[in-house]
């Protein structure tokens, strides 16, 4: 039950970030929106898996990170560059 209310109150300030990720007043205020937000949902993902107990996730996770990684270098040098 509190792995369930922690996937929904993380889902609730992934909301708030994508507020800030889209009203942001600067770019840095949005390249850190949009990390925040790659963070919390593999924290989710990784709750999924431990509330199902399959592993597969795990491997889904870090597969993201190192996507939301990259994605956060490249939007960071295309921003940056404008």
């Given amino acids: 039950m ?3 209310i922690s ?7 992934i909301i708030l970030c994508m507020y800030r990720a ?3 007043p600067t ?9 925040v937000i790659g ?4 924290v989710i993902i990784l709750l999924v898996s431990f509330i199902f107990h399959e592993t597969y996730f795990i ?13 956060s270098i490249i939007i ?5 560059e404008q």
């Fill in 27 to 35: 770019i840095a205020d949005r390249i850190i929106a949009i990390n």
């Fill in 7 to 13: 996937i929904i109150v993380l889902s609730i300030t």
């Fill in 2 to 4: 509190l792995f369930k």
């Fill in 59 to 71: 491997d889904t996770a870090l597969v993201y990170a190192l996507i939301s990684f990259i994605a």
């Fill in 22 to 24: 889209i009203k942001g």
């Fill in 76 to 80: 960071s040098k295309v921003l940056i």
């Fill in 39 to 42: 963070t919390k949902v593999i």
